[in-house]
């Protein structure tokens, strides 16, 4: 990110922060951002950023532009969230089918929701309830906070509880499925766009998708907040180098 694009988003976010609060006061409402309309919550961070049209805007913007010269036939959305990804590429008709898997039921909803104003609910958008990893069966999810409801995160059975403090707040978790992509859903010679953001859990993901990595071309899009290196390694062994570096994010490519 450049230093102009630091200080316009430390100026939008400084302005958008009080803006929201004192017109919103804590209340859901729609916004627009590349193209399609969300509903958020000025209470919370990702609402904050897509109303302030800030939200990974150096990501989004290369990978719609990506998406469109690529003409994938299908989205992978991996920890879809609120469908931000999901509902921009579909809004805009940069891939055909989209596949998003949104294990926490609170973000499902609200995937759900923005798929509904956005005029989407009849196109070929698949939604899984599960976590994906590399090996079936349930592990514990923790929702994220109310300020941040993008940091849900996989963790071991047993290692969070209900009524727990985590990062300064109390957690409610439960268990969800966890499955290998690879023995959901069959794809061979296709052209794929795929976006990862699943908190620290993106090489389990990797680890279940190998098939599926080596045997179709296209862009994965990985948020990488460890292991750097690692995650570059099992890309390229799935034929995929390393295109863009947006810090938190890289991308990867196969033609």
Not at 5 to 16: A, D, L, Q, T
Not at 76 to 92: P, Q, R, S
Request: charged content about 25%; some cysteine.
């Amino acid at each position: 990110m450049t230093l102009a694009s630091r200080w316009r988003n430390k100026f939008r976010r400084r302005f958008y922060s009080p803006y929201n609060k004192i017109v919103h006061r804590g209340r859901y409402f729609i916004c627009r951002y590349f193209g399609a309309d969300f509903l958020v919550r000025s209470a919370n961070v990702g609402g904050l950023e897509i109303s302030a049209k800030i939200a990974e805007h150096a990501e989004l913007t290369n990978f719609t532009r990506s998406a469109a010269a690529l003409k994938p036939d299908i989205f992978l959305d991996i920890g879809a969230n609120l469908g931000l990804y999901t509902c921009i590429v579909m809004k805009n008709r940069l891939a055909p089918r989209a596949i998003a898997f949104e294990p926490d039921r609170r973000n499902r909803v609200h995937l759900q929701a923005n798929l509904l104003i956005n005029g989407l609910l009849d196109a070929d958008v698949q939604i899984h309830a599960v976590a994906l990893g590399a090996e079936p069966g349930r592990l514990g999810l923790v929702p994220g906070p109310e300020r941040d409801i993008g940091l849900s995160q996989i963790v071991e059975t047993g290692a969070a509880h209900d009524g727990d403090e985590v990062d300064g707040y109390e957690i409610h978790g439960y268990e969800v499925d966890v499955v290998r992509f690879d023995d959901l859903v069959a794809l061979t010679g296709r052209t794929l766009a795929v976006k990862i953001d699943v908190e620290r859990y993106e090489r389990k993901v990797l680890a279940g998708m190998a098939r599926t990595l080596r045997d179709n071309r296209g862009m994965v899009q990985i948020e990488v907040l460890e292991e750097r290196e690692a995650t570059t390694r099992l890309m390229a062994a799935a034929g995929f180098k390393l295109t863009q570096d947006f810090g938190a994010n890289l991308v990867f490519s196969k033609d």
